[in-house]
């Protein structure tokens, strides 16, 4: 489901909340997924998290620590308003990323974008192969290998897509209208995936896990949220988005009895029977 909004599995979020923001956005009406999505990301990719993961991730691992001015730039600018110019700065940073992975693994991909896509079959491959193979991780590999193909570096020509997320049309020229918070947040997506790239080939030996809040993170974040514009919304909390995300898939429930002939009998359980009857049903 979350393929329909150009958006992937999200590194290093719980299982729970990706399934809680793909659940949402299904029973969703088409003119709202997108605004969910935004709304929901919005909250993952927060000052906080974004200072703790420059501080303690992005500038402390190989190849993405080489992009730690550009990486810092790009946040800076977006939340001075300044969507575009954060998405176009942070491009050629994942393609930098990822010819530096295909370097350390002494592959050339050459000056073009082919040879991205062909470095990240063989990521696919190798993992297929691998003797410490993990089912898991290869599905979130080919998910990023066909967003990356289909979406990302498709032909400008061939892209379809939403809110323009193209790198070939947006810096090229040929896509005017691209100043979207989600594109912004796709690239950070993109970022991490690159980092758990990293990670499982132990160019990286750093957790796979969110890093805690420090003071200098905390610093940071607050440096963050002060260039945000005066007219700009309030952030919602993760725990206020999750709120929000089971209020709707509940009321979609409520207005749909036909659709969970299963809450009948799971309102008369206790407990944790009601409880596990109830996430089946919201998450089925």
Do not use: C
Not at 24 to 32: D, G, K, N, Q, V
Not at 36 to 64: G, K, T
Not at 128 to 146: A, G, I, N, Q, Y
Not at 235 to 252: C, F, M, N, P, Y
């Amino acid at each position: 489901m979350l393929r329909t909004v150009d958006w992937l599995i999200p590194a290093f979020q719980t299982v729970a909340f990706t399934e809680t923001l793909a659940r949402a956005i299904e029973i969703s009406p088409e003119h709202e997924k997108l605004e969910v999505l935004r709304e929901s990301v919005a909250a993952i990719y927060s000052p906080p998290y974004l200072a703790a993961m420059y501080l303690h991730r992005y500038i402390q691992v190989p190849h993405i620590s080489e992009f730690a001015n550009r990486i810092d730039e790009s946040f800076r600018v977006f939340f001075s308003g300044y969507r575009s110019a954060a998405v176009t700065l942070m491009i050629p940073v994942l393609e930098g990323v990822l010819r530096k992975v295909a370097t350390s693994a002494n592959r050339n991909v050459g000056h073009g974008t082919k040879g991205l896509i062909v470095e990240l079959e063989k990521l696919v491959e190798e993992e297929k192969s691998s003797p410490e193979r993990f089912d898991e991780r290869l599905f979130m590999f080919e998910l990023l290998l066909d967003f990356m193909r289909d979406k990302f570096l498709k032909n400008t020509d061939l892209y379809t897509g939403h809110q323009n997320f193209n790198r070939h049309g947006i810096l090229h020229g040929v896509f005017g209208d691209f100043d979207e918070d989600l594109n912004f947040f796709r690239t950070v997506m993109l970022l991490d995936f690159l980092l758990l790239i990293l990670i499982y080939r132990r160019l990286a030996f750093v957790s796979v896990f969110t890093p805690a809040a420090t003071d200098e993170s905390r610093a940071l974040a607050a440096e963050y949220s002060n260039l945000r514009p005066v007219s700009a919304p309030k952030l919602d909390s993760r725990e206020i988005v999750v709120v929000k995300l089971l209020k709707r898939i509940g009321s979609h429930m409520m207005e749909n009895p036909a659709d969970y002939p299963e809450f009948t009998e799971a309102v008369q359980k206790n407990g944790a029977e009601f409880a596990e009857a109830l996430r089946k049903m919201m998450f089925q």
